[in-house]
């Protein structure tokens, strides 16, 4: 893919070292954010310098991957951010297995309701705009959690695989996660080539992905991949089952409609792996992990809240704009 252009000055202080810019010109400084997920200069950085462990750009050598004065930057832009997800997402521990606790949180999460929406009353071109928005993450959906896979042992290990290996098709190309999602992407006449809507995307779906970057790349924050990973597949199921609706609803075709009904019965399963065999075993292993893990899943809900909340919120606004005659 191509480097997204710049959203500010540190988005464009990095495109500018990437692209063998002026070197001599020190990185520009990061202040503190109350709201640093809707930073768009921000999380377009964040963005940037995670994808260099992932796919990388066109043009940009790959060795930049480890060049210090990147990953020092990188540290400085992820400041604000872990400050900001410290601040409103640790959850205090009790002594309940933690497969429980994950599920109390996610009970008690009352996030804005998108996926009736989407099932009900959006639009073609709403949810086209969904679907645009989760691309950032679809197509490479797993990735980030397999990260997870080298810093684990024994069953906690092999639950991941698990997970992952159903995310990627069990070795069937066509079946992979995010090969589905291409199909739902060409039924609403997206371009599905990687990143190709970074560059027009809202911070808060930079967030999004930044978030389980942030957990993936480091392994200080292996808790907090796994508390993620599992808030993601137990609040799978039925959101998928009202995308599904609303795809058909609109004139999908069951193939095109297939990423969300594979969710449904995948999840199901995956929800009880990810909090028992993959949550449950690694804090047995690993006691003092436990508040990581349940951060990392508070901190999944909360950023798919915000971007939940950014879309209907867009959407509202468009609604009220009245129409222009076309000239
Ligand atoms: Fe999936
Ligand atoms: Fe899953």
Same mark, same amino acid.
């Given at each position: 893919?191509?480097?997204?252009?710049?959203?500010?000055?540190?988005?464009?202080?990095?495109?500018?070292?990437?692209?063998?810019?002026?070197?001599?010109?020190?990185?520009?400084?990061?202040?503190?954010?109350?709201?640093?997920?809707?930073?768009?200069?921000?999380?377009?950085?964040?963005?940037?310098?995670?994808?260099?462990?992932?796919?990388?750009?066109?043009?940009?050598?790959?060795?930049?991957?480890?060049?210090?004065?990147?990953?020092?930057?990188?540290?400085?832009?992820? $400041?604000?951010?872990?400050?900001?997800?410290?601040?409103?997402?640790?959850?205090?521990?009790?002594?309940?297995?933690?497969? !429980?606790?994950?599920?109390?949180?996610?009970?008690?999460?009352?996030?804005?309701?998108?996926?009736?929406?989407?099932?009900?009353?959006?639009?073609?071109?709403?949810?086209?705009?969904?679907?645009?928005?989760?691309?950032?993450?679809?197509? !490479?959906?797993?990735?980030?959690?397999?990260?997870?896979?080298?810093?684990?042992?024994?069953?906690? !290990?092999?639950?991941?695989?698990?997970?992952?290996?159903?995310?990627?098709?069990?070795?069937?190309?066509?079946?992979?996660?995010?090969?589905?999602?291409?199909?739902?992407?060409?039924?609403?006449?997206?371009?599905?080539?990687?990143?190709?809507?970074?560059?027009?995307?809202?911070?808060?779906?930079?967030?999004?992905?930044?978030?389980?970057?942030?957990?993936?790349?480091?392994?200080?924050?292996?808790?907090?991949?796994?508390?993620?990973?599992?808030?993601?597949?137990?609040?799978?199921?039925?959101?998928?089952?009202?995308?599904?609706?609303?795809?058909?609803?609109?004139?999908?075709?069951?193939?095109?409609?297939?990423?969300?009904?594979?969710?449904?019965?995948?999840?199901?399963?995956?929800?009880?792996?990810?909090?028992?065999?993959?949550?449950?075993?690694?804090?047995?292993?690993?006691?003092?992990?436990?508040?990581?893990?349940?951060?990392?899943?508070?901190?999944?809900?909360?950023?798919?809240?915000?971007?939940?909340?950014?879309?209907?919120?867009?959407? !509202?606004?468009?609604? $009220?704009?009245?129409?222009?005659?076309?000239?």
């Amino acid at each position: 893919m191509q480097l997204p252009p710049p959203r500010g000055p540190l988005s464009a202080w990095l495109n500018d070292r990437l692209t063998g810019g002026d070197n001599a010109q020190p990185a520009v400084p990061v202040r503190a954010s109350d709201e640093p997920f809707a930073d768009g200069d921000l999380q377009l950085a964040l963005w940037v310098a995670y994808e260099l462990q992932y796919r990388g750009f066109d043009g940009v050598d790959p060795d930049f991957q480890w060049d210090p004065e990147i990953i020092a930057f990188r540290a400085r832009l992820e $400041r604000p951010w872990i400050d900001w997800l410290e601040a409103g997402f640790r959850v205090r521990p009790d002594d309940a297995p933690v497969a !429980k606790q994950l599920r109390a949180l996610i009970d008690a999460d009352d996030g804005p309701r998108l996926a009736p929406y989407l099932r009900r009353h959006a639009t073609r071109e709403q949810f086209r705009d969904f679907i645009l928005n989760r691309s950032v993450y679809q197509l !490479k959906e797993a990735d980030p959690h397999s990260f997870g896979i080298p810093r684990l042992d024994g069953a906690a !290990k092999a639950a991941l695989v698990e997970i992952e290996a159903d995310e990627y098709g069990g070795g069937r190309h066509e079946r992979m996660h995010s090969e589905l999602f291409r199909t739902t992407m060409r039924w609403l006449g997206l371009d599905d080539s990687y990143g190709h809507y970074v560059p027009e995307v809202p911070a808060v779906t930079l967030a999004v992905s930044n978030v389980m970057s942030l957990f993936a790349v480091h392994r200080r924050w292996t808790g907090a991949l796994l508390g993620h990973l599992a808030a993601l597949e137990m609040t799978s199921t039925l959101p998928n089952r009202h995308y599904a609706a609303g795809a058909i609803r609109l004139g999908a075709s069951e193939a095109e409609a297939r990423y969300f009904t594979e969710h449904v019965e995948a999840d199901a399963v995956h929800e009880q792996i990810a909090a028992h065999d993959l949550c449950g075993n690694y804090v047995e292993q690993y006691p003092h992990a436990l508040p990581d893990v349940l951060f990392g899943a508070r901190c999944s809900l909360a950023v798919d809240n915000l971007f939940a909340h950014q879309l209907l919120g867009t959407w !509202k606004t468009r609604a $009220r704009r009245p129409r222009t005659a076309a000239v």
